[in-house]
């Protein structure tokens, strides 16, 4: 398992910067698949162990990797399924813990739903971009076709708080989490219209 301070979605690619020991024996370990689990530190530090782990994660599998010298790595990672943690056992020497599947994806997805979910997503990114255009450009991704990976990517592409994606993560209705979707798109979209109507900073020459 490698925790992580961050939320990675499946269907999302997400870049993972290796330079613990313990780490490094995690990426020996699953050599022969290249997949692992992740999941989000509630807190604590992602360095060094000793922190407080959540009880939803994502299986993600090695695309990827850039060998840096000295044992780290630059791996580039893609989200597969979210699961649960049913028990943690003892860092031997990393993070391990017993997981069950979860069926996320058992039911149909609303397509008007998900629609509005997709214009909305759309709606708050064009205003997102007046304000950080860098980061909009970096969370550009080709949709699927199919729904529930679109839904997915839908969750990845929106801008919203890490405990936020924790929510959307642990939710295992589809449709619930579009709804969530819907309503944290609301809340972004009316942030970003207050920060573009506050004047400029005025500078002191």
């Not at 780490?23 to 992602?46: H, K, P």
């Not at 893609?78 to 943690?88: A, T, V």
């Not at 994606?165 to 809340?187: D, G, H």
Request: aromatic share 8%; proline share 6%; with cysteine.
């Amino acid at each position: 398992m490698f925790p992580l301070g961050a939320v990675i979605f499946p269907h999302q690619t997400m870049a993972l910067y290796v330079f613990e020991d313990r780490y490094q024996t995690l990426l020996n370990d699953v050599a022969a698949t290249n997949m692992f689990g992740s999941c989000l530190i509630a807190r604590g530090s992602e360095v060094g162990g000793g922190d407080e782990r959540t009880s939803y994660g994502t299986m993600v599998r090695i695309s990827g990797a850039q060998p840096l010298g000295g044992g780290q790595m630059l791996l580039r990672v893609e989200g597969l399924h979210c699961f649960k943690i049913d028990s943690w056992l003892p860092d031997a020497p990393y993070p391990r813990a017993v997981i069950s599947e979860r069926c996320c994806d058992d039911v149909m997805i609303d397509p008007e739903l998900l629609e509005l979910v997709q214009t909305s997503v759309r709606a708050v990114r064009t205003l997102q971009s007046e304000l950080e255009p860098e980061l909009v450009l970096s969370t550009n991704c080709e949709m699927s076709t199919d729904p529930w990976e679109r839904a997915w990517q839908l969750c990845s592409m929106t801008p919203m708080a890490i405990l936020d994606q924790f929510k959307v993560l642990s939710l295992s209705n589809p449709n619930e989490r579009l709804r969530l979707l819907v309503e944290i798109c609301c809340e972004r979209y009316g942030d970003f219209q207050r920060m573009l109507a506050m004047p400029p900073a005025s500078s002191n020459d």
